[in-house]
């Protein structure tokens, strides 16, 4: 039985207990959860529902529980219930019903976990979003891969999530970025505002292989080649290693493309429709004060140009505009003090902030070796990149040790951790159950074991301690997802996998075997067990996915 499932039950009894009594149905609600209990021993699962009706239909609390432990109590399924406190129920279900979630989670499969949660919300989520200036560094990397398993837990919860690059081709950073390579392709130290690093003399030598008329050209027209080649084959390499990390975008969106489409214009007409720009000195500006800036905005400069926070309106009201109700942008510990202005932004749009954008600041990011932290990358020069992080501990590793800890803390990537083939390295730890759960079936496959028709399964006879406490950790697995992606907060996979489900697998390992010794004879029990085993391997598989990183087989 899941949880789901048992709160259904739940539900029931107080239905019947509100006809018999004559109560008002109307109170009860259409859907009610349960939940685990702080204390195992208090059981296996416990309910607030008397205590929320009590009020609303007049009865005490503990007069209501009562009612609804009885009603429970002649439910299939339900082994004892108790009372406890001013109204709390503790339940306990018999060993059938728990075991039955081992069947249900073997035949739901890559499903088991996934809901519809969140619906009908369309999200946009925008993460990553590096300047085409140079390789992805590693709070770049970090958004990655925090980014992509917020996408996959979204659409694991039922919403509808487009993920987006913003692909920063215009403005002043990308100037400098072509006065890098013209300076590199001609011999000379890169400019006091430019960009260094053995990553640009290579591009430097790329954009003349593949354009050689280049080197005739005037600095003017040479620059303006090394900027769009340049920046071309800078992109392509973002897209490359993000690709080989197992990130892929739906939407890769140009900046440059809001200039060029008048954009930019048609955010401003819509902010003065809503009466929130003023002019002065010569310059536009929008009122963010009204909205809790701390300052108002300059969106063009007395000069004609555009800033980039105009940019940023426009940019928000293209999303807008295609759909999205809900903006995600995930930004770096640098863009702390972007929230303001762009709360103020939506509000101005006449959206309501809380509602309509969302922004998650990701906090830095340091990768030790010995014990200190590394500053500087082979290429780069300055800052450590994907490749770097990668190279040192591998995608599976990377992307597990990013995803694992709640982005708005600092983290430290110990390379000496991450690569050992140990039980303190976390993703070792649950990776080793996803092996070991496949090489159980495999050697359970070469003695005559097979878990065998759904209908022969005996649930009942997983009745051990160590059998109950694996399901327990099984039926969570669900309302961690959701939880995971309603609060944006992918290590509660992370943390589930290793302290609930490889915990528990390991004690259940240690303590119920699950192959038959030597001679002896295969019994439902061994089948039995085997059904908990792969059902494991499922949840275990399942969860890595949402974090990309791979369930192997062997080890």
């Known amino acids: 039985m899941t949880p789901a499932e048992l709160a259904s039950v739940v539900l029931a009894a107080a239905h019947a207990v509100f006809v018999e009594r004559g109560l008002d149905r109307a109170a009860l609600p259409e859907h009610t959860v349960v939940e685990r209990p702080r204390n195992p021993e208090h059981g296996d699962y416990a309910s607030t529902l008397a205590l929320q009706l009590s009020k609303k239909v007049g009865v005490p609390p503990r007069e209501l529980a009562a009612a609804l432990a009885d009603e429970l109590g002649r439910s299939t399924g339900i082994k004892s219930v108790e009372i406890a406190g001013p109204g709390f129920l503790n339940i306990r279900l018999d060993a059938a019903a728990a075991g039955q979630l081992a069947r249900v989670i073997v035949e739901a499969g890559a499903e088991y976990g996934r809901s519809d949660r969140l619906a009908g919300e369309r999200i946009n989520l925008e993460f990553v979003s590096a300047n085409p200036t140079g390789p992805v560094h590693i709070g770049g990397v970090r958004w990655a891969a925090v980014g992509d398993a917020l996408s996959r837990l979204l659409r694991a919860t039922g919403a509808d999530v487009g993920t987006e690059y913003y692909f920063n081709d215009a403005g002043s950073q990308i100037d400098r970025f072509a006065r890098s390579l013209l300076a590199a392709a001609k011999g000379e130290a890169a400019p006091e505002d430019g960009y260094g690093g053995a990553y640009i003399a290579e591009i430097a030598t790329e954009v003349q292989a593949r354009r050689p008329e280049v080197r005739t050209l005037d600095d003017d027209a ?28 739906d939407t890769y969106f140009n900046e440059k493309d809001l200039h060029d489409r008048g954009e930019l214009d048609l955010a401003l007409n819509r902010l003065r429709e809503q009466g929130h ?10 009122r963010t004060t009204d909205f809790g800036d701390d300052k108002d905005r300059v969106l063009r400069k007395s000069n004609g140009e555009w800033t980039y926070f105009a940019a940023d309106c426009a940019y928000y009201l293209d999303k807008r505009e295609r759909g999205f109700e809900r ?23 006449g959206d309501d902030p809380e509602r309509n954008l969302e922004i998650l600041i990701g906090q830095l990011v340091n990768l030790l070796r010995d014990g200190a932290p590394m500053r500087m990358s082979k290429r780069a020069g300055t800052v450590i990149t994907l490749e770097d992080l990668v190279e040192a501990i591998g995608v599976d590793a990377s992307r597990y040790a990013l995803a694992r800890y709640s982005s708005d803390s600092p983290i430290d990537i110990d390379i ?39 209908d022969a399964f005996r649930p009942e006879l997983l009745d051990h301690e160590k059998e109950n406490e694996l399901l327990k950790a099984l039926a969570e697995f669900p309302a961690v997802v959701a939880t995971a992606a309603e609060l944006r907060e992918p290590h509660r996979v992370a943390r589930y996998l290793e302290e609930g489900v490889a915990a528990s697998y390991h004690r259940f390992y240690d303590n119920c075997r699950v192959l038959p010794l030597g001679d002896e004879e295969v019994t439902d029990l061994h089948r039995a067990r085997l059904w908990l085993n792969n059902a494991t391997r499922t949840v275990i598989a399942n969860g890595l996915h949402l974090l990309g990183v791979s369930a192997p087989e062997r080890m």
Not at 419 to 438: E, I
């Open 222 to 249: 040479a620059q303006e080649v090394f900027r769009v080649e340049g920046v071309a084959l800078m992109f392509d390499e973002i897209r490359s290693s993000l690709r080989d990390f197992g990130v892929e975008f």
């Open 327 to 349: 903006v995600v942008i995930m930004l770096g510990a640098d863009h702390h003090g972007y929230i303001g202005r762009m709360k103020a932004m939506a509000a101005c749009f």
């Open 416 to 454: 000496e951790l991450w690569t050992r083939a140990t039980r303190d390295n976390p993703v070792y730890y649950v990776q080793y159950v996803a092996a070991r759960t496949a090489g159980v079936a495999r050697n359970a496959a070469e003695v005559g074991l097979v878990p065998g028709d759904a």
């Open 277 to 286: 720009l003023y002019e002065s000195e010569g310059a536009t500006w929008l």
